[in-house]
């Protein structure tokens, strides 16, 4: 990173409203009921409600579900330290089950271990939530590319 890209301005850097209307636009994320419940620079907590559909052992969160929030919550706390008209998305990711994941939903709460120009890395702990209690059921590890956002007229040019 250099002085003046705007990787290291925090003003610069997308507020919680911004990133939760940033994940909201992702179709899965809409269809597994994920929202953002919590952002601030270089932390994004997410919730993701259990959904007998997506089940699996029935009555469970299934380990993809489980690395899904978990993924979630690493690259969004990535998304939150690059510039406004940056993104982020996914390169790799790898999931670590620590127990059985049933209960009301999961909690992933992520942040990032390194920032950087092209790629950073992220982290999440995933928790099965019953009630008030939250047991952990997993941990993420998580590679995002960034990449400056082109419009479609500079894409073309």
């Known amino acids: 990173m ?12 997308l507020d919680q409203a911004e990133i939760e209307s940033f994940v909201a636009a992702l179709a899965f994320v809409r269809e597994y009921g994920i929202r953002v419940i919590a952002a601030a ?12 559909r997506f089940s699996g052992p029935p009555g ?4 993809s579900l489980v690395g ?5 919550a690493a690259v969004s706390s990535c998304l939150s330290l690059v510039p406004r008209g940056w993104a982020v998305a996914t ?4 999931i670590k089950m620590t127990g059985i ?15 950087g120009r092209t790629n950073s890395v992220g982290a999440a702990d995933v928790y099965v939530v019953s009630g008030e209690r939250e047991t ?19 894409a073309a040019a």
Do not use: Y
Request: aromatic share 6%; with cysteine.
């Open 41 to 52: 620079p270089g932390r994004v907590a997410i919730e993701l409600p259990f959904d007998e």
């Open 91 to 94: 390169l790799d990711f790898t």
């Open 101 to 115: 994941a049933k209960g009301e939903k999961l909690r992933a709460k992520g942040r990032v271990l390194q920032a």
């Open 60 to 63: 469970q969160f299934p380990a």
């Open 136 to 154: 952990l059921c997993g941990t993420v590890l998580a590679t995002t590319r960034n990449f400056q956002i082109r419009s479609p007229q500079t």
């Open 68 to 72: 899904t929030a978990g993924d979630v």
């Open 2 to 13: 250099t002085e003046g890209d705007g990787m290291n301005d925090v003003q610069d850097h």
